[in-house]
């Protein structure tokens, strides 16, 4: 399984694409791990389980944050790139915003290109440590 993306109508960005069938097996073996986590016979994998469940809430995390960030991004971008009345009358804002969509842009960017959002995923979810990779370095 990888993740899927689609293109920004008015941007051109490619954003995370919201896959029901990722998310659904995701949630399918986080239950299968709920129920291996409280067989009688768990014992000499309990360590392995717990450490796979935690991987998967991560992962699941990851995902739910990086969509909410998309849709929260996209709305806003919608509101201050779409009309010049309220970029006037919200200059402030409107300035904060461009530094976040730059921000969004670059980090954005950086990830798709360079590491992959499934490679990071991937990796995470085989690697013995429990810890989500950092990106080397926004440009």
């Not at 029901?20 to 000499?44: A, G, H, P, R």
């Not at 995390?61 to 009309?83: C, E, G, K, P, Y």
Request: a negative charge; proline letters at 4%.
């Amino acid at each position: 399984m990888s993740l899927s993306y689609e293109t920004h109508t008015s941007t051109g960005t490619p954003l995370l694409k919201a896959d029901e069938n990722l998310i659904e097996t995701l949630e399918d073996n986080q239950v299968q791990l709920q129920n291996i986590l409280m067989s009688k016979y768990v014992e000499y994998f309990q360590e392995e389980v717990s450490g796979w469940q935690r991987k998967l809430m991560v992962a699941d995390l990851v995902i739910s944050t990086w969509m909410s960030v998309q849709r929260t991004w996209a709305h806003l971008n919608a509101i201050f790139t779409n009309s010049h009345d309220i970029r006037c009358q919200l200059a402030s804002e409107a300035e904060r915003f461009q530094g976040i969509h730059s921000d969004f842009q670059v980090t954005h960017a950086h990830w798709r290109e360079t590491v992959g959002y499934s490679a990071v995923l991937f990796n995470y979810l085989t690697s013995p440590s429990l810890s989500m990779p950092a990106p080397s370095h926004r440009p």
